[in-house]
């Protein structure tokens, strides 16, 4: 008998988009969904848990993933390496586990591209100016820093025609709903 594999959803967006708060809301109420662990380079912040939030590692390890062919897709963002470990996507899928990829926008159709039964959400800001008026209002960046999130977040605004559904986050109860319904119904609806 033949286990049914897991599915494969990748939620990406530009930073200020809402993004994490839509994630943890959607598992909080889909907890058969797993998250995917990252790998990165970036330092651990104070709240994070290593192996729950992200593995981190040093770059020489990142590297040797690089080389060793470990990684589904992988990227630099600010300087630092993320990358979706294979072997953690197919533990699960391998499984019957679904699971749920956060990444960027370049990482996610890389993701396609291996995996094109992947189901991939966009989650986008109203505007190219609302998006930076709550990174301003967020106030972690340095103006230089805004400035890059900011064009980043126009390349990726970009791509949001290349996902399989894209929500816009004017109201964050109301996208983390539909974003939550549109995952719940692929999950339990039929096979990809
Ligand atoms: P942060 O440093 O704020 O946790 O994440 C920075 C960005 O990296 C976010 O947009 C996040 O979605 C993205 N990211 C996290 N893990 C991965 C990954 O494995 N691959 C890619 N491509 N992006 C990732």
New binding site residues.
């Given amino acids: 008998m033949s286990l049914e594999k897991g599915k494969i959803f990748v939620v ?1 967006a530009p ?1 200020g988009s809402g ?1 994490t708060t839509i994630v943890r809301q959607v598992l909080k109420n889909l907890p058969e969904i797993v998250f995917s662990v ?3 380079t ?1 330092p651990q912040r104070a709240q994070e848990i290593n192996g729950k939030d ?1 593995f981190f590692i040093s770059k020489d390890e990142f590297l040797k993933k690089i080389d060793d062919g470990d990684f589904a ?3 630099i ?2 300087d ?1 390496y ?3 470990l294979k072997s953690f996507i197919y533990s699960n899928i391998d499984e019957g586990r679904s699971v749920l ?4 926008v ?2 996610a159709l890389k993701i396609k591209e291996s995996f094109p039964e992947a189901i991939l959400v966009y989650i986008s800001p109203p505007s190219i100016e609302e998006l930076e008026r709550r990174l301003r209002a967020r106030a972690t960046e340095t103006e230089a820093d805004l400035k890059k999130r900011i064009d980043r977040a126009a390349m990726e605004l970009e791509k949001k025609f290349l996902f399989d559904v894209v929500f816009i986050n004017d109201d964050l109860e109301k996208a983390s709903s539909e974003v939550y319904t549109f995952i719940k119904n692929n999950f339990y609806g039929g096979n990809q």
């Fill in positions: 990406s930073s993004k990252s790998a990165t970036r992200y897709e992988w990227e963002f600010y630092y993320y990358g979706t990829l956060e990444i960027d370049n990482g």
